[in-house]
């Protein structure tokens, strides 16, 4: 082993490792393939024999995520297995303490590289002259709120943790877990596919992976993947169900022609405005603990060096530059784009 690591000549482990970089990609990329392909021929099947389900958000949104959870992504898994792990995590436990004070840090870097990516891509909706569609927030508007339990508070976790944490991290954090936390940063935000969701899904996926690397369990991750997208997803859509802005607009076009009238019309939505305005101060509350907090521990987020050292200058080749990365990073920027222009 000590051979392997430390006794080669630096040339032969860059071409090495730049080869197994690639062997990652490519299960990464075949796995992708794998994904669209499924998703294609469902919506295909399914607009010819049973076209009324693609009719509304809640039918599109399982003949797209039912194919993908069931059959593409456990392949994609197998794929990737393929690739033999090089490392194993040394596991530690988080207390109850620390799980909270990681969601409150988590949460807090969802909403601000949310708000950032939704400004860059105001901008350039604003340069190009027409608005960039927002794929997630599209997706759940009118969607079954079960239906969005089930595929974005559950599988969507499980699924993108297990690959993007514990399988891309286990093979690739013998080279250091700066090197790992950021590729599984980088093709977490990347396998989104949009750059609304590539924003936060990046600087969080480097976040979770931080996590991963210092306990070595996966649960954490989960745990705190599920708990974001139920109060992004779920809460959010239940209080914009509650406060109806028709009634509202109503209750206030009405006071002004009849007082007495629109009052009792208010009363009927106070209860809508008042859920709506404790979760607002609610959110803002997690964002502005989470930013402090983030401040205070800052000196704690450190990075241990890896067994093989890959020569500096020649990083950003060995483990992007190469066939499978590229492959992989290249199709997911070509999607990132189309969905700018189009």
């Known amino acids: 082993m000590q051979e392997d690591l430390g006794l080669r000549e630096m040339p032969v482990v860059t071409r090495q490792d730049r080869k197994y970089f690639s062997k990652i990609g490519i299960a990464f990329f075949i796995g992708t393939l794998l994904i669209v392909a499924i998703q294609g021929v469902s919506v295909v099947l399914i607009s010819w024999w049973k076209p009324e389900w693609l009719g509304n958000n809640t039918g599109s949104l399982l003949v797209s995520s039912l194919p993908m959870y069931l059959v593409a992504m456990p392949l994609m898994i ?90 891309l991290i286990d093979r690739t954090a013998v080279y250091g877990e700066g090197v790992a936390v950021l590729i599984s940063g980088l093709m977490f935000g990347l396998f989104h596919g949009n750059l609304n969701q590539f924003a936060y899904a990046f600087l969080l996926g480097i976040f979770f992976a931080f996590i991963y690397v210092k ?110 990365m590229l492959l992989f990073c290249g199709f997911w920027l070509v999607q990132m784009i189309l969905q700018l222009v189009m």
């Not at 840090?105 to 002259?129: D, E, P, R």
């Not at 969607?143 to 944490?165: G, H, K, Q, S």
């Not at 991750?221 to 997803?233: R, Y």
Request: aromatic share 10%.
């Open 215 to 324: 306990t070595g369990r996966i649960r954490y991750t989960v745990i705190l993947h599920m708990l974001i997208n139920f109060l992004g997803s779920v809460v959010a859509t239940w209080v914009m169900e509650a406060f109806d802005v028709g009634e509202m607009e109503k209750a206030v076009e009405l006071y002004q022609n009849s007082p007495a009238e629109g009052m009792a019309a208010m009363q009927s939505v106070l209860p809508g405005i008042a859920l709506a305005g404790g979760y607002v101060l609610l959110i803002f509350g997690i964002v502005i603990a989470g930013i402090v907090l983030l401040i205070v521990f800052r000196r704690k987020f450190r990075l241990m060096p890896g067994e093989v050292t890959i020569p500096k200058g020649k990083r950003f080749k060995t483990i992007v530059v190469n066939l499978g």
């Open 78 to 167: 197998l794929i990737i297995t393929r690739v033999k792990p090089q490392k194993v995590i040394t596991q530690r436990q988080m207390s109850a303490g620390q799980m909270t004070v990681a969601f409150i840090m988590s949460y807090a870097i969802l909403y601000v590289s949310n708000l950032a990516g939704t400004f860059i891509t105001a901008i350039i909706g604003f340069l190009k002259g027409s608005g960039v569609s927002n794929v997630m927030a599209d997706a759940v508007v009118g969607t079954n709120r079960w239906v969005i339990f089930v595929l974005m508070v559950l599988c969507a976790p499980v699924y993108e943790e297990f690959i993007f944490r514990k399988l």
